[in-house]
């Protein structure tokens, strides 16, 4: 343990994570890659004792092998999360058949990865996603771990070298860190630090029934493991690949600390007027809230139920959110920008949109001015903007009244002009006297008239649920 009491382990080598499962008698699987993952089968095999943990490898490296295997993909992909789980299913279930009799003692486990390494012409990056079925005990069910991976080398066999030492970092996780999964996460990096990101992870299983999926998407966050994680409706990590690829998105960014009438009228209001836009096609056009990093560390430490809270209403209203290390939008433009985002939208209130001028303004009056705006307002981005009262008036500040420095308003007007920048229509003027901070001061002292400053959704779960320090205590002391 460390001062502040958090478990130190200690950092091994690939082959010796290697050696020391092989040396494990109990535990017993087998490895399938397809693509440039063709490497972690060969760690194991290279340590030594390689018999006791091996029961088959092998590679489709042949499409045409691979279907016939795995069955055809609707969506003709082959580095896909549903290539991934038709790959764990049928070997996992092998290991079963064949084994299970003649092995009685041991765990099994199935380790399948689909990978794209960098291409010769640099059209591809690099990525890919992982899993793993396993065991705990010879007689226990069966839990998956599914990762997707991005890898940063600029070189092909670098990439596949980085894939084979993720390989064993996620087997030797499963078996020596379930326990505690932030370690768990924590050791997938083992090895590989600047070398890849890993952007989504997903735990499932009995052992894993208490491990809530969007705390892990923080977690990557938080530990430096992505800039960028996203979870559905139902709780579930999700990854853009799989949903968002060449599609219209909408990101609204705010606190939802909580979701109030004001946070549901900028989105509703906004996704009306984005889907509404010549440029878009509503039927694929998505909508993402966003929390970042920044917004949950406002307050000193971060506090991972203060998180949970908001997720819980977010995914209540039915929403998929975005936890993002991106305080400066230009790091979720270009996370984005991979998926061939057709049109992307971002949603932020006047008061964010005055900072972020002042900020490009003062920060690069060196003459960079024109990049750093480039960066940000790119081809196919455009911020949409919700007003809110000037302070002590009854006026509206909006995009086109907001106060400007004066060596930006040509360039700032030029934003305006070209509709990269524009004023939310529709939105309630009856909300606008309602802030999150002061919501969350009433509902802890549980005072008169919050509930009307949230959807009703929101309310009733926050009673139930004690969210955001409501009294709950003092309730159950009145029944």
Known sequence: MDKKGKAIRQKLEPEQKCLEINLDQTVYGSFSEIGAGQEVARHFFQAGAAAGTIAKTMSA????????????????????????YKMLDHEYSLMEERLQRERPDSSFFSFADTVA??????????????????????????????????????????????VGILGVNLVYACYRYHENPEMMLESLMDNLHGRVNIDMIRFSGPDFENVDNRWLSLMLVKHGLTDVAMFGPDGQNVHASEFLYKKHVLVVRGSYRPATLVNLDMIKSSWEQFKNEPEVEARKAYLLTEITMDNLLANGDLDEQDFLDRAELLNALGYTVVISNCEQHQKLIHYLSDYKIQRLGL?????????????????????????????????????????????????????????????????YQHLVDSGQLSDIKGYNADNLHI?????????????????????????????????????????????
């Open 61 to 84: 490296y042949d499409k045409i092998m691979s279907d016939r295997i795995y069955g055809v993909e609707p969506s003709g992909r082959y580095v896909c999360e549903s290539r991934l």
């Open 435 to 479: 802030f999150s901070k002061r919501v969350l001061q009433m509902l802890q002292s549980d005072e008169e008239g919050w509930e009307a400053m949230v959807p009703p959704k929101v309310a009733q779960l926050i009673r139930e649920k004690c969210l955001f320090g409501f009294p709950c205590e003092r309730l159950e002391f009145e029944y």
């Open 347 to 411: 949603v932020i209130g006047v008061r964010q949109l005055m900072d972020i001028v002042n900020e490009k303004y003062y920060k690069n009056m060196d003459g960079r001015l024109l990049a750093a705006v480039g960066e940000l307002f790119t081809r196919n981005v455009k911020m949409y903007v919700y007003p809110m009262y000037q302070e002590g008036s009854s006026d509206l500040m909006n995009c086109q009244n907001m106060p400007v420095p004066e060596g930006i308003k040509f360039l």
């Open 117 to 162: 390494a960098i291409n010769y012409q640099r059209t591809i990056k690099g990525d890919g996603w992982l899993g793993i079925r396993f065991q705990l005990r010879p007689d226990g069910d069966s839990n998956d771990i599914v990762l997707h991976v991005k890898m940063l080398d600029n070189d092909n066999q670098l990439q596949q070298q980085a």
